[in-house]
């Protein structure tokens, strides 16, 4: 079955970096799109980034662009979310998702169970 495992999380201080890593397993992986997506304590989960298939495609949510990078290695079957820069309001569960189409929404096929990033001040 399709497996998506995330790592990378952690505690780290404001302006500090980390790099998050999505394993997966079970399906084609460089005939889906990926995605990066957040949930803080009481809030909605949202969108943070996404990445076609290939790599060439990306786009990134307001609050992170120009401080957090999406990328892939189709040999890996794996996607990275490098964050830099980051804030408290960073703070969130991070979960990968794959689908088929390169969308910007939430209708991933299939989800990460996710792992903690908090960022203190």
């Known amino acids: 079955q399709v497996q998506l495992v995330e790592s990378g999380g952690g505690l780290v201080q404001a302006g500090g970096s980390l790099r998050l890593s999505c394993a997966a397993s079970?399906?084609?992986?460089?005939?889906?799109?990926m995605g990066w997506f957040r949930q803080a304590p009481g809030k909605e989960r949202e969108f943070v980034a996404a990445i076609n298939w290939s790599g060439t495609t990306t786009y990134y949510r307001d609050s992170v662009k120009g401080r957090f990078i999406i990328s892939r290695d189709n040999a890996k079957t794996t996607v990275y979310l490098q964050m830099n820069s980051l804030k408290p309001e960073d703070t969130a569960v991070y979960y990968c998702?794959?689908?088929?189409?390169?969308?910007?929404?939430?209708?991933?096929?299939?989800w990460g169970q996710g792992t903690q990033v908090t960022v203190s001040s």
């Open positions: 079970g399906l084609t992986f460089r005939n889906y799109a």
């Open positions: 998702a794959a689908d088929p189409i390169y969308r910007l929404d939430q209708r991933y096929d299939y």
